[in-house]
């Protein structure tokens, strides 16, 4: 765990998304929670030792099946944009099978500890912007759209931290099998031309990282973009996107994740952008 901040915490070793917590004397706001159990149970014990009182609220950054399977471990209402709200009331009692399938292939061992747990709720959802202070401390949710429509922003004006979910991946494969990548690269700009110091940006998977961080993710979906546009254009069909699978595997390094889940990963991500595209060329035609 490494301190940013006076009351500021950070983990970025957990398998799958980073994590923090920023401290208040009624109790840690944490941001998003680790994807698998055991590391979920280690986290919420750290967050009891930094702060005796239970977690006051916990806010997720979206609703990829990491970050949502492990929620109840930390026993807290939930923050989230209106879009997550959504997409978690539209689940039934317990979450899909495959949330917890893709997570099993991602990491075999830790996943045999993934169950099929009741679906959590809600508590206070947002549109555009949510503002909570704490204390001398204000937290600022921002809806940040692109790699899911509920993807989120949690900005510290006063530390000049940003905890910026999967709009950066900080050296590591953006995901896109549920995005939408022309609101994702308006949001990168967007963050590139923010009007408040940002000091330090935790990014949703990957290391630690300021604003230079925003290129890599930007030519990453630039140059997918060009592809499939480039791939529809010629009329080719759907199934032979995965022709460009090696030229993006290479793009990041894989980080200890197995090949066959991220080519699977970058398969879902062009197969995505095909849709998108393709119907942008209908709409246009």
Known sequence: MEQLADRVYVETTYDGVNVGAILTQDGPVAIDVPSYPRDARDWATRLHTLNRRPVQFLALTDCHGDRILNTRWLNAPMIAHQATADRLNAYDKRYPQSLLDSLLARNPIAGRLLSNSPVERVAL????????????CEVVFVAAPGPMPGNIWVYLPQAGILFAGDTITAGTHPLLAEANSEQWLATLERLRQWPQ???VIVSGRGSLCDVSAVQPVQDYIERMRERIQQHCLEKRVRAETAAYIPEFLSMFPLNNVPTEWLEHQIRLSLERLYDEIQLAQNRGT
């Open 197 to 199: 110091e940002i000091k």
């Open 125 to 136: 959802s947002f549109s555009q912007d949510l503002r909570l202070v704490k204390e001398e």
